[in-house]
């Protein structure tokens, strides 16, 4: 064990699925021409004001609720000042003291099983800026404000992490959270759930946290555990060399796979909050708080004891069914088709098909196999219609779009067979082939039981059920 | 609380203002001055009064969360100095 240990928080701003922005009636939808949708409020025009989204404001109260927290009934918004071109006013409005969500907790699973809390310190509002797109004219910058006003959850953990592992394993059930509550899309490529990481060392047993350094610019979970563990081995180097850390933000280069120091503004840090005159106090009634919780969908931890519980699952299928919301709609649309199969659905949703939707790289919303044909297909499994390895072609053909299950057994002609006389025609011309094994079998060689089941399987192509031929063959060797 | 001259140069770069050098003293003079009435008023025993962060005895109105603005762009973009393809135009931003 190293002498080091590292001790990570993280800030993690969502953006919120509100059809418009925070403090104006401007769209958010993504992907629209540059500044279609920023409106005067957004340009930070002379003589506008800001009025606060309703929406907003109930799904920070989701989260809230969601996490355990405290919500503050009185919420204020403050200014935060700095000057860049994405933002027009010179101030972006988010809150200071008094944030809407206070702190609160999440239990995260890590790779042995075991569970471990993580705090929340706070989550508050605050307005997304613009973007600024250097590469696309030789002397200047262009901006798209489009982006501007959107709405943003800033969720801070406490330093509760002591590896990336860790790390990543937290802000995965941050992200499934906000999507289980339909609050943010979780889109990390577009931007929409965005992580910082801060990352500090100091030698174990130690009390005292180390100077920390603030990892941006991540935008996948992979690129959150391999520049957390980077920086780590950086500060590592650096203390062990007699330096010291400097306390900054550095970038994190997925192409390169390193972290780098932004140039260093030093005046930057100081923002200078004070709270917005042009916003009064939220007041948050514990009636408006009670009508949030009363709404919030079965949650992740919910979902996963019901799994257990009621429908039997293992505590290890629950846990990965869940874990990602779609997954787990995936899972309970096929139950629908079939209620009595929780087991072996959740057992093909997590093995052929998460596998097959991996290798293509396709997401479990966007499966070409529906979650009624795949219900279907194990249901003819379970009435021994076709068996175990002639429902991996069955499943193979509906992927390819051939149609359900029955439409495939049918055109294909996989109907095992499970006919007695059949069978039994089959293990007869097998036995007069091979009386050299027959001789064997009853020397007491019972291994040679697998050549039969195997040679019989073969004639039928795969189709005889398997049982029904051990259980014959064995009289039959026997007789 | 009084002001050195270096505190109001990093003021006014905070606020990017450009202030002479010649009266330099004179801002730190007066803003001094300033602090020295909030300082003041610092000394009023406020144990029993709840901070006031807005002067209005009222609370935050909510919209519904609906789009009520449309493109407006060509407008807002006739009174840019400089703007193309659809962006507005600032000097050159280094990451």
């Known amino acids: ?479 | 609380m009084s002001l050195k001259p270096d505190d109001v140069r990093n003021i006014a770069q905070l606020a990017r203002l450009h202030i002479d050098e010649a009266v330099i003293d004179e801002y730190a003079a007066d803003l001094s001055s300033i602090l020295e009435l909030v300082e003041q008023m610092n000394r009023v025993d406020t144990s029993d009064v709840a901070p006031l962060s807005n002067p209005l005895d009222a609370t935050q109105r909510l919209r519904d969360d609906s789009v009520s603005e449309s493109d407006e762009r060509d407008k807002f973009q006739a009174i840019a100095p400089d703007v193309a393809d659809g962006l507005y135009r600032v000097p050159k931003v280094i990451e």
């Open chain 1, 1 to 479: 064990m190293s002498e080091w240990e590292s001790v990570i928080g993280l800030e993690i701003h969502a953006q919120l699925a509100t059809t418009s922005k925070i403090f104006s009636g401007a769209s958010t939808a993504f992907g629209a021409e540059p500044n279609t949708q920023a409106c005067a409020v957004d340009l930070g025009l002379p003589g506008v004001l800001p009025v606060l989204n309703r929406g907003v404001v109930e799904m920070a109260i989701r989260f809230g609720v969601a996490i355990d927290a405290d919500i503050d009934h009185r919420s204020i918004f403050a200014r935060k000042n700095y000057f860049y071109p994405d933002l027009p006013k010179g101030y972006q409005i988010s809150q200071y003291e008094h944030p809407i969500v206070g702190r609160g907790h999440v239990s995260i699973t890590l790779d042995d099983g075991a569970t471990m809390e993580i705090g929340v310190t706070r989550a508050h509002l605050e307005e997304d800026a613009g973007k600024s797109v250097h590469d696309r004219f030789a002397e200047q910058s262009g901006i798209d404000l489009n982006r501007a006003g959107t709405p943003l959850l800033e969720i801070v953990s406490e330093p509760d992490m002591r590896s990336a592992k860790q790390a990543v394993a937290y802000a995965r059930k941050i992200h499934s959270l906000v999507r289980y509550l339909e609050i943010c899309d979780g889109n990390m490529q577009e931007g929409s759930f965005r992580c910082d990481a801060n990352v500090s060392i100091r030698r174990r047993g130690e009390s005292e946290l180390g100077t920390r350094t603030e990892l941006k610019n991540i935008n996948s979970f992979r690129f959150l555990e391999r520049a957390i563990n980077h920086e780590i081995e950086r500060q590592i180097d650096l203390l062990e060399d007699g330096g010291a850390v400097v306390q900054e933000t550095r970038l994190y280069d997925a192409d390169r796979d390193e972290t780098r120091s932004m140039r260093s503004k030093e005046e930057a840090n100081d923002y200078r909050y004070f709270p917005d005159p042009d916003l009064l106090p939220v007041a948050i009634t514990d009636d408006d708080i009670e009508r949030v919780r009363a709404s919030l969908p079965e949650l992740p931890e919910q979902k996963k004891t019901r799994f257990v519980d009621t429908l039997g699952l293992s505590a290890d299928n629950a846990e990965v069914l869940t874990a990602n919301r779609d997954t787990a709609l995936y899972f309970e649309a096929a139950l629908e088709a079939q209620p009595e199969l929780a087991a072996p659905i959740a057992n093909w949703v997590l093995g052929d098909l998460a596998g097959a939707l991996n290798k293509a790289g396709i997401e479990i919303g966007d499966s070409p196999i529906s979650p009624a044909r795949l219900a279907g297909l194990v249901a003819r499994i379970a009435d021994d219609t076709i068996s175990g390895k002639i429902a991996k072609e069955v499943f193979e053909a509906i992927w390819q779009g051939e149609g359900d299950a029955d439409a495939i057994i049918e055109a294909r002609g996989l109907k095992q067979i499970t006919d007695s006389g059949a069978i039994e025609a089959l293990i007869d011309a097998v036995i007069a082939d091979n009386p050299e094994q027959v001789e064997q079998f009853r020397a007491g060689k019972e291994k040679v039981l697998g050549f039969f089941v195997g040679q019989v399987m073969k004639q039928s192509q795969g189709k005889a059920n398997p049982g029904q031929v051990n259980a014959l063959l064995r009289d039959k060797l026997k007789a």
